[in-house]
Each structure stands twice: as C-alpha cells, then as structure tokens.
C-alpha cells in the first residue's frame, strides 16, 4: 500500500484553469504539507496543515488554496493558473512527537508535475 | 531565519570511488533538527536520515555515514564504495521552531556515479 499518494501524476492544462490535486495519507500521520519544487529543483514549502487546521502558510498567492477535509487527505486547488505555476508539487506528512518539541521526518508523495501551457 | 547552503551543485565520481556531500546550515534556534533526503531519477524524494542538534554522534547506515559538526554548522553526507544507483539528486534540509515545523531545504546536489 502506498504511504502517502497523489492524483493525479501529470497534469497539462491551459493558462486560466482550474484545477486541484489530491493527496491521501494512510499512515496515520497527524501533520501534511505542500511543497513546491520547481524547475531548478529547488524545494520549499506552500502549507501546512495539523489536524485539519492550517498552521504554515508561505507567501503563496491566494489562487492557491489548500483544503483538508481529514487528517488524512490534504487537497491543493488552484486558480487562474499561470505559465510560472507550472513546477512539480509534492505532498509530505509526518508523525507529530510525543515528545516536547521533537520534529520527526516528512513522508513524500510522489508529487505530481504540472505543466501550463 | 533558516538557510542551507550545499555548495556542491554537481559531483561525479567513477564508481566504487568514496563521495562526501558537504551540508551548511544557519538557525538561531538551538534546538532543531536535519535530514538528508534522496531524489533519484524516478523522482520521488526519499529520506535518508534525521539527526537532533544535541547528538553529534556521527551514523553509519551500511554504506552510508554523516558526519555532524555543530561547531562548523555542517552535516556532511558520505557514500563508501560509491553505486550506479546511488545516482540522484541529495538534498539536505533543516527543522527547528517547533509548531511550525516545515523543512528549508537545501539547493540539492546532483551526484552522478559513472560506470
């Protein structure tokens, strides 16, 4: 069973769609997050979500909206979509500690690549 | 504010060759935590390793080993008798301000074993 998923894979579309990815944990982590890797390669966090409420929010452009129905799934809508939206987004999650001020590792998806023409 | 710098943008070694990934960090905090992640060609990203700030023990995962220097601020990643498969993108990353806890990662660098 895949940890953390996403759908879809690859998504093409046009300049000035909709459109949203899925993310789904089923290892019952409390913690889910979006990054952003573009085509450089470089890696960095859009939000975060904790037990459905949203605790990190980067300077994303409000044309992104994260939703979590539940602590397992972590949607990504995007608006009005833009050529520089075009990148690979990955979600994550993690296991809040139980210890005090203990930070455990993020499990990745698979990311999806999205391509705007 | 949080920064890590890994200098190396490439690296090739012949195979069977050691490598050593060098890691810079930055951070007020004094509790927070690293990770070295692996991107390969397939592109997904796989974590390797995470280590606390107060334990600067170095690890030896097979052949794999980190070297932490808190006194350099550095958090080296070496591979012994370096693979073909151990091609891919190395990233490493940083976490600290608890309730927040996103990760800074680094600009990753790409290791490539020739054959």
């Known amino acids: 069973d895949t940890a953390v998923s996403q759908t879809p894979k690859y998504l093409v579309t046009q300049m000035g769609n909709d459109k949203s990815i899925k993310c789904e944990q089923n290892l019952g982590h409390d913690t889910m997050y979006w990054y952003k890797q573009d085509s450089k390669k470089f890696l960095k966090i859009m939000f975060s979500y904790n037990n459905k409420e949203l605790i990190i929010n980067e300077t994303v452009p409000n044309r992104f909206s994260p939703k979590s129905p539940d602590k397992a799934h972590l949607n990504l809508h995007i608006n009005s979509l833009e050529l520089g939206d075009s990148a690979v987004y990955f979600c994550a999650s993690s296991q809040d500690s139980p210890l005090a001020g203990g930070v455990n590792e993020q499990f990745f998806g698979p990311g999806t690549r999205l391509t705007v023409l | 504010a949080q920064k890590v710098t890994q200098a190396q943008t490439e690296i090739s070694v012949v195979e069977k060759e050691d490598v050593t990934l060098d890691c810079v960090y930055e951070?007020?905090?004094?509790?927070?935590?690293l990770f070295w992640y692996k991107q390969p060609p397939s592109g997904e990203l796989v974590f390797l390793i995470r280590?606390?700030?107060?334990?600067?023990q170095n690890e030896i995962s097979g052949r794999y080993s980190w070297n932490f220097q808190k006194s350099t601020s550095s958090f080296n990643f070496t591979i012994t008798a370096s693979q073909v498969v151990d091609s891919a993108v190395y990233f490493c990353?940083?976490?600290?301000?608890?309730?927040?806890?996103?990760?800074?990662f680094g600009t990753g660098t790409r290791l490539t074993i020739i054959p």
């Open positions: 990353a940083l976490s600290a301000n608890f309730g927040n806890e996103k990760l800074t």
């Open positions: 951070t007020r905090d004094t509790t927070y935590y």
């Open positions: 280590r606390n700030s107060f334990d600067e």
